[in-house]
């Protein structure tokens, strides 16, 4: 079974080598591992460490793009494995993880993920486990670990790929939508992925990531109070405190 892992970047030169060196591992202890990178025309160095590690890059193109879905949808259109995974420029697998999905995987299962490490600031890392209430990513929000995951191709081309106008939550929309449809998840207690804390999400909290993330829960049937209760119940968590003027902001999504 033939698995392709995706990796966009955009001037990650600080951050991509450790990326690109966890798949080499992988393919040392899987040989059918497809990978490919999709960067958004670096301007730093990414594109020379690519181009130092074609042992291990199987397919890059470097080309400016619409944003992180769009960029995301390149690579699934590139992709030939049955599974991909997509892992971003700073984040990394961690040992045996396309084994174990290997080994967990049937023609059944649409979706499978495990756990991840989630390396904070100072370089200490959290085991992180999913919910596996999947119904909640309709009504709540993103519960899986995105980079501890991997999605049959076949399920991309039954129910769709990433909306390019999502900026921060797509991954949650996409799920969503797949819950909705009946995709078949399995879930692996097993640590798959290192990400670093602080992407894209946390960066545009209240810009966009909120209110994307408020238009998915009303858009399957969540009535606009309960969702504004949720808002402010995850700004509290966010911030830790919340002054009057976040908390407009959150409600908002300004």
Same mark, same amino acid.
Request: charged content about 30%; proline content about 2%; hydrophobic content about 40%.
């Given at each position: 079974?033939?698995? %392709?892992?995706?990796?966009?970047?955009?001037?990650?030169?600080?951050?991509?080598?450790?990326?690109?060196? %966890?798949?080499?591992?992988?393919?040392?202890?899987?040989?059918? !591992?497809?990978?490919?990178?999709?960067?958004?025309?670096?301007?730093?160095?990414?594109?020379?460490? !690519?181009?130092?590690?074609?042992?291990?890059?199987?397919?890059? /193109?470097?080309? +400016?793009?619409?944003?992180?879905?769009?960029?995301?949808?390149?690579? !699934?259109?590139?992709?030939?494995?049955?599974?991909?995974?997509?892992?971003?420029?700073?984040?990394?697998?961690?040992?045996?993880?396309?084994?174990?999905?290997?080994?967990?995987?049937?023609?059944? /299962?649409?979706?499978?993920?495990?756990?991840?490490?989630?390396?904070?600031?100072?370089?200490?890392?959290?085991?992180?486990?999913?919910?596996?209430?999947?119904?909640?990513?309709?009504?709540?929000?993103?519960?899986?670990?995105?980079?501890?995951?991997? /999605?049959?191709?076949? @399920?991309?081309?039954?129910?769709?790929?990433? +909306?390019?106008?999502?900026?921060?939550?797509?991954?949650?929309?996409?799920?969503?939508?797949?819950?909705?449809?009946? @995709?078949?998840?399995?879930?692996?207690?097993?640590?798959?992925?290192?990400?670093?804390?602080?992407?894209?999400?946390?960066?545009?909290?209240?810009?966009?990531?909120?209110?994307?993330?408020?238009?998915?829960?009303?858009?399957?049937?969540?009535?606009?109070?309960?969702?504004?209760?949720?808002?402010?119940?995850? %700004? /509290?968590?966010?911030?830790?405190?919340?002054? +009057?003027?976040?908390?407009?902001?959150?409600?908002?999504?300004?």
């Amino acid at each position: 079974m033939k698995i %392709s892992i995706v990796t966009i970047s955009f001037n990650s030169a600080a951050t991509i080598n450790k990326t690109i060196q %966890s798949v080499r591992k992988q393919k040392e202890q899987y040989k059918d !591992i497809e990978y490919i990178i999709v960067d958004g025309a670096s301007t730093d160095e990414t594109v020379e460490i !690519i181009k130092r590690n074609k042992d291990v890059v199987d397919v890059w /193109i470097s080309e +400016k793009d619409k944003g992180i879905s769009d960029a995301f949808n390149k690579g !699934i259109h590139l992709a030939k494995g049955e599974f991909i995974c997509l892992l971003n420029s700073d984040d990394e697998l961690l040992s045996n993880a396309v084994v174990n999905v290997i080994n967990n995987a049937d023609d059944t /299962i649409d979706i499978i993920h495990g756990n991840v490490l989630a390396r904070d600031e100072k370089g200490f890392c959290k085991v992180k486990k999913p919910n596996c209430d999947y119904s909640l990513l309709m009504t709540k929000g993103m519960y899986l670990n995105h980079p501890g995951m991997f /999605i049959r191709k076949r @399920a991309y081309e039954k129910w769709g790929d990433y +909306k390019v106008d999502f900026r921060c939550a797509m991954d949650r929309e996409l799920l969503a939508r797949f819950v909705a449809g009946g @995709a078949v998840f399995k879930y692996i207690d097993k640590e798959l992925a290192l990400f670093q804390n602080g992407g894209e999400s946390t960066k545009n909290f209240t810009k966009h990531a909120m209110p994307e993330s408020k238009r998915i829960s009303i858009s399957y049937g969540v009535s606009p109070l309960k969702v504004q209760i949720e808002t402010i119940k995850k %700004s /509290i968590l966010y911030f830790g405190s919340i002054t +009057k003027k976040k908390m407009i902001w959150a409600i908002k999504g300004q």
